[in-house]
């Protein structure tokens, strides 16, 4: 846990009243030391225990004299999807940000960026930092998805250059991925509304013009998110068409095989009855001669095929 006093720019180690009085005081902990801070603040008990369930939704309440915010972060790790849950408790003299334990890198660098630019003093006002958080939370959605986009549109290109098989699973993949982003940027689009209405006035009117971009942006980025969640949809299609298209092939060379071995086991199928009366059976050049009916009838086809440029 550390604390900040943004007047003073001074840095504390733990909570004690004292330092979580101060003017202008930001405190960033983990999910596990949020119920020691709810006496010292007077929080309602619901949100240090959906802080320490970590139930994995995105929510605003206004209570009386805070605001209390749930953010979900995404990311991919090995292939699959990690929620982690990101609180904020929002008030006139402090602001406490609540990171899960793990917060894997795109979190941890973000939390950092957050640190440095408090301790720098590159942040002097608890609503700038508010909206520093959204604003950091949309930059890093936003490079995320458009990572998500490239390699979207590089798996484009090989299923169109070669479908394969092992490609149904990666497409399956960023769809999962891209539905996810999708809903909780929805979530968080209808959140950037309710800042904006601010029931307990607690954002600097200085600062408050921010949040109108953020609102934007989040809604930018829904919009960005539901785009990449119709392209996994039109990869399926890609690929169901390439799958399809060489399926049609394989199916037109058999075809054209066929219609060599067809007319050659006729031959030999007649020849292979064994009648008595068979004069090719007992003529000298029966054998030849049979040769050479069928590479003449391959020939006969092959030119055909040639002509009607089906070879």
């Known amino acids: 846990m550390m604390v900040y006093d943004l007047k003073k720019g001074q840095k504390y ?25 709810r006496n010292v603040f007077g929080w309602d008990e619901s949100t240090t225990l959906e802080c320490m369930n970590l139930v994995e939704t995105v929510r605003y309440t206004s209570y009386d004299g805070y605001d209390f915010i749930s953010l979900i972060h995404a990311d991919t790790e090995g292939g699959e999807v990690v929620q982690r849950e990101v609180n904020v408790f929002f008030a006139k003299g402090y602001l406490v940000l609540v990171l899960p334990e793990n917060g894997g890198a795109r979190l941890s660098r973000l939390s950092r960026g957050l640190r440095e630019a408090v301790e720098s003093g590159g942040i002097r006002s608890l609503t700038y930092l508010y909206y520093s958080i959204f604003n950091r939370l ?59 209405a601010d029931e307990n006035h607690l954002l600097d009117k200085a600062h408050a013009h921010y949040f109108r971009r953020i609102d934007a942006s989040l809604m930018k980025l829904y919009v960005f998110a ?55 059976l007992s003529w000298s050049y029966g054998y030849p001669a049979a040769l050479a009916i069928m590479a003449a009838v391959c020939l006969t086809i092959y030119a055909t095929l040639k002509k009607k440029k089906l070879l």
């Open 13 to 37: 180690d733990s909570v004690v009243p004292e330092a979580a009085h101060v003017a202008d005081c930001v405190i960033f902990c983990h999910a596990g030391e949020v119920d020691g801070l």
């Open 138 to 196: 949309a930059m890093d959605s936003s490079e995320f998805l458009e990572a998500l986009e490239d390699r979207m549109e590089e798996l484009s290109e090989t299923i169109s250059a070669n479908s394969e098989p092992g490609q149904i699973t990666h497409i399956v993949q960023l769809r999962k991925v891209s539905y996810t982003h999708k809903k909780l940027l929805r979530a968080l689009s209808y959140i950037g509304g309710q800042i904006l």
């Open 226 to 280: 539901n785009h990449l969640y119709a392209f996994s949809g039109e990869l399926l299609h890609i690929y169901d068409s390439r799958s399809t298209t060489r399926l049609n092939e394989t199916m037109n060379k058999l075809t054209i095989l066929m219609l060599f071995f067809g007319p050659l086991t006729v031959i030999t199928g007649i020849y292979g009855m064994n009648f008595n009366n068979m004069p090719e």
